[in-house]
């Protein structure tokens, strides 16, 4: 039977499925055909040339359509417009109200040739970039990626591996020339679907021997008129089968948008400038203080590698930690280091609410300098982990700015901490508090109970190093 997965268009086996596409281009610009074509290469020649006029945009709209023992089902339609001198295209996808594969609802994706932008239109995440994967190219004899997803109806897997033939054909009695893929089925006995044991497979799955793909080029414009899977034993696709049926034109490029093929019309964001975006964001309740993009003081503690790690800007109350309002990330040979940035008093409020057993109470010293117009405390404590976890213990949520919660009876809300005598071993976890008059810095901290494990830090896990990174820290100047 036919099913809406992440895969293949399969019939008794095949998938057939919407949901992620796929593309990439080359630019080369195929002849025109002298003859209808009789090869594989001619076919795709012919299907490239068809779509590459110039000033205009190819556009089709696309049916998806299964049969599932006699039932028929519309699993999605797809609308794309192909740019062919460009070599970029978009195409939107919609979820056919049969499909209850979980899949997204709808989806814009713009192909170019550096990658693939999609959009989830139905969802908060942030539209995604990605580099084209020549594994989905659904069909690896056509000469290009977009050829390729136009052959597959804008989706970016196809057919099991075919053994392919082109010839004269016809569609509901209308002529057509047609690329015949054929495969090898298998039965489904055993299989995830029908597993030995379960349910017996229908007999014209159980049956079958070979199966059938048929892409239709109408012989005279060779644009496409349908692709069909089907089975040796239903060849009409009466009970099991599958089709993508084509409504084709051309636009003038002047009627769509001026960015209809820009990723910035769907509301993508490159990295660098999301960056950007969230340095400068006017909401964010504490300036940014920062090492600069690279920071390299000597002595092997060098970083060369900044991010944004931690965006959230303005007071956000309910949480059981303060609100980190941007937190900053950098990496390179010398280790890393983590600068997460808190408005004044909320990092020491949320410290005393936790009774100020967080978290470098036990065994641990701290030192304190001044920067400037910064107070800095450097931290140094044990990697163990300092509370007594012998008894339960019910932690409560609290949070900085607001009286604690109601205590539960016979019950710490805060572990204890060890009573022991201090290892006689040198301490070997470090953090560092700078208190600016506008924000407070925490350099490579922690945010819970437990968490000491200093070793992704590496060269930065010292109190020596952390004072280096202290006396570094900047404001940040605005576009930096």
């Known amino acids: 039977m ?55 945009i190819f556009h089709s709209k696309v049916e998806i359509r299964s049969r599932e023992n006699g039932v028929e089902l519309l699993l999605g339609t797809t609308e ?6 460009a070599a970029q295209a978009r195409v939107h ?33 942030a539209p995604s970039f990605r580099l084209p994967i020549d594994s989905e190219l659904c069909l690896p004899e056509a000469p290009t990626q977009l050829v390729a997803l136009l052959a597959c109806g804008f989706l970016n897997f196809g057919p099991p591996e075919l053994s392919l033939t082109v010839e004269p054909s016809s569609f509901e009695g209308r002529a057509t020339v047609s690329l015949r893929g054929t495969w090898v089925h298998r039965s489904p006995a055993g299989s995830e679907e029908f597993p030995i044991g379960g349910p017996t497979p229908h007999p014209v799955l159980a049956d079958a021997t070979e199966g059938e793909y048929r892409l239709h080029l109408d012989p005279t414009t060779y644009l496409p008129v349908v692709t069909t899977s089907s089975l040796n034993t239903d060849p009409n696709r009466r009970v099991f089968g599958s089709e993508l049926r084509f409504t ?24 660098d400038k999301k960056e950007l975006g ?59 280091v983590r600068l997460d940035h808190f408005p004044p008093g909320d990092w020491e409020a949320f410290k005393a609410r936790l009774g100020g ?31 007594r976890t012998d008894f339960g213990v019910t932690v409560i949520p609290v949070t900085s700015g607001q009286d604690p919660p109601t205590l539960q009876a016979h019950t710490p809300t805060v572990p204890p901490l060890h009573t022991e005598s201090c290892p006689n071993t040198a ?7 700078v208190r600016f008059p506008d924000a407070t810095v925490v350099i490579n901290g922690t945010l819970s109970y437990g968490g000491q494990d200093g070793r992704a830090f590496g060269a930065y896990d010292s109190a020596e190093a ?7 820290l900047r404001l940040r100047r605005a576009g930096e």
């Open 2 to 56: 036919l099913h809406v997965m992440g895969g293949r268009p399969l019939v008794g086996g095949l998938l057939l499925a919407a949901a992620a596409l796929a593309s990439g281009c080359d630019s080369d610009q195929p002849k025109s055909p002298e003859h209808q074509p009789t090869t594989v290469a001619e076919f795709f020649d012919a299907l490239g040339h068809a779509i590459d006029r110039d000033g205009e």
């Open 80 to 85: 794309g417009w192909i740019d062919a001198d």
């Open 93 to 125: 996808w919609q979820k056919g109200l049969d499909n209850k594969a979980d899949v997204a609802e709808r989806t814009v994706s713009i192909y170019r040739p550096e990658g693939v932008y999609t959009a989830n239109l139905d969802s908060d995440d």
């Open 248 to 271: 084709s034109d051309f636009v003038a490029s002047t009627s769509l948008a001026k960015d209809w093929f820009e990723s910035g019309s769907i509301g993508y964001v490159a990295p």
């Open 278 to 336: 969230s340095l400068d964001d006017p909401k964010l309740a504490t300036p940014v203080y920062w090492l600069g993009r690279t920071f390299d003081p000597g002595k092997g503690l060098r970083l060369t590698d900044f991010r944004v790690n931690g965006y959230s800007p303005g007071r956000q109350r309910g949480k059981d930690e303060p609100n980190i309002q941007i937190g900053l990330g950098y990496s390179g040979p010398g280790g890393f």
């Open 357 to 387: 057993n967080f978290p470098w109470t036990w065994c641990s010293e701290s030192r304190e300098f001044t920067v400037g117009a910064a107070k800095v405390t450097i931290l140094s404590g044990y990697e163990s982990f300092p509370y």
């Open 427 to 433: 301490r070997d976890r470090f953090m560092a508090e």
């Open 466 to 472: 952390l004072e280096v990174v202290a006396r570094g």
